[in-house]
């Protein structure tokens, strides 16, 4: 009895990734027809225990553009769909996915996302952003924000005189400074 190997997947509008994790895997045969169809098979081990995946994709997809890889850790798959749109699954099949089926977060990207991408590699040409003056100038530790912002409102109407009073008090010195003082008498 064959083994099912981990098989990652991960989606473009337009491509099919798939990783199939199989050390030092020997005797390697991929099929893949136009409707779906995707068979793989191998050996792996010194005991050369056998290997198969024999599944059923979501869409049909172009065979004459799709590329294999076959690594010593790993067989990559890039499958070229035959329409560009996003599947909501890999396996046409409804219900419960296969457990040997993970989502290649590594190589996943959401549809809204992919105008994201896009844009972070518009160019902005000589446009230099410090001066724009939108901080980030140090650490930031948002923990301590609200706890900060409520120790600055909580100023009780005793606290505020003392300001006034140490603010009037810093006016008169600043005023008068000691080694300006000129007598009235001389």
Do not use: C
């Amino acid at each position: 009895m064959s083994r099912h190997p981990p098989l990652k997947w991960a989606q473009r509008a337009d491509v099919l990734f798939i990783k199939i994790d199989l050390p030092d895997a020997k005797d390697v045969k991929l099929k893949l027809e136009p409707e779906g169809k995707f068979y793989f098979s191998a050996t792996a081990g010194a005991d050369s225990v056998p290997y198969e995946i024999d599944i059923e994709l979501h869409d049909k997809v172009n065979v004459n553009e799709s590329k294999a890889s076959v690594g010593s850790r790993a067989i990559v798959y890039l499958i070229k769909k035959e329409e560009s749109k996003w599947w909501n699954r890999l396996l046409k099949q409804e219900g419960k996915t296969p457990a040997f089926v993970k989502v290649d977060w590594d190589k996943w990207v959401d549809e809204d996302e992919m105008d994201e991408k896009a844009g972070a590699d518009m160019d902005f040409g000589d446009m230099d952003f410090s001066q724009l003056n939108l901080g980030g100038g140090g650490g930031f530790d948002a923990e301590g924000v609200d706890d900060v912002a409520e120790d600055e409102d909580s100023d009780t109407e005793e606290e505020e005189e003392e300001k006034k009073e140490g603010e009037s008090i810093g006016k008169k010195e600043v005023a008068t400074p000691l080694g300006n003082q000129v007598e009235a008498g001389a």
